[in-house]
T-cell receptor, first 113, second 114 residues
Framework: GDSVTQMEGPVTLSEEAFLTINCTYT??????LFWYVQYPGEGLQLLLK?????DKGSNKGFEATYRKETTSFHLEKGSVQVSDSAVYFC????????????FGGGTRLMVKP | DSGVTQTPKHLITATGQRVTLRCSPR?????VYWYQQSLDQGLQFLIQ???????AKGNILERFSAQQFPDLHSELNLSSLELGDSALYFC?????????????FGPGTRLTVT
């Protein structure tokens, strides 16, 4: 079945550091890929998405590129802020199979001033 | 604010009891999804409804059931509750049932079974 693997946290960075959170997936066909963010005490918010190979999703300084050859969708940001502290989830859906999301285990990011 | 509402926000109940969680999707969205977030299982898809009909089932226990009503709100019923059912239950909605429609998540209902 489908699965998503992402690096375990917590990831602790200083403000303005470079962020990478690795995500790899296993799925049949051509899934859509997503990054969701969960701030403390809140629900999940879509951060960015990519629906086909080589697509780059970007939002709020975060980027991720759909790499079919390596089945990866790593999240990057050039300069993190304290306000980016949250849990980040990589996820996939197979558009022709109900569109439900399969999530990775989540990575907690802590940014120190 | 995603536009998806869930009630109640918190629920504390005892083992063996039954509870109902409610979700109102964003205006215009026809599809509703339920997810469970627990420490040991992570975030798991439970069930999906589209315009009142069940469309997909994930790792949903037989003690759990759901429905979507004509006004498109949805309810998740959990019965014969066990300690392991303690979790955060999220509802999400999307415009359609396929393609790559974006899912919008509600704030969740935190269920504690004692």
């Amino acid at each position: 079945g489908d699965s998503v693997t992402q690096m375990e946290g917590p990831v602790t960075l200083s403000e303005e550091a470079f962020l990478t959170i690795n995500c790899t997936y296993t799925a049949t066909g051509y899934p859509s890929l997503f990054w969701y963010v969960q701030y403390p005490g809140e629900g999940l918010q879509l951060l960015l998405k990519a629906t086909k190979a080589d697509d780059k999703g970007s939002n709020k300084g975060f980027e991720a590129t759909y790499r079919k050859e390596t089945t990866s969708f790593h999240l990057e940001k050039g300069s993190v802020q304290v306000s980016d502290s949250a849990v980040y989830f990589c996820a996939l859906s197979r558009p022709n199979a109900g569109n439900m999301l399969t999530f990775g285990g989540g990575t907690r990011l802590m940014v120190k001033p | 604010d995603s536009g998806v509402t869930q009630t109640p926000k918190h629920l504390i109940t005892a083992t063996g009891q039954r509870v109902t969680l409610r979700c109102s999707p964003r205006s215009g969205d026809l599809s509703v999804y339920w997810y469970q977030q627990s420490l040991d299982q992570g975030l798991q898809f439970l069930i999906q409804y589209y315009n009142g009909e069940e469309r997909a089932k994930g790792n949903i226990l037989e003690r759990f059931s759901a429905q979507q009503f004509p006004d498109l709100h949805s309810e998740l019923n959990l019965s014969s509750l066990e300690l392991g059912d303690s979790a955060l239950y999220f509802c999400a909605s999307s415009l359609g049932q396929g393609g790559s429609y974006e899912q919008y998540f509600g704030p969740g209902t935190r269920l504690t079974v004692t």
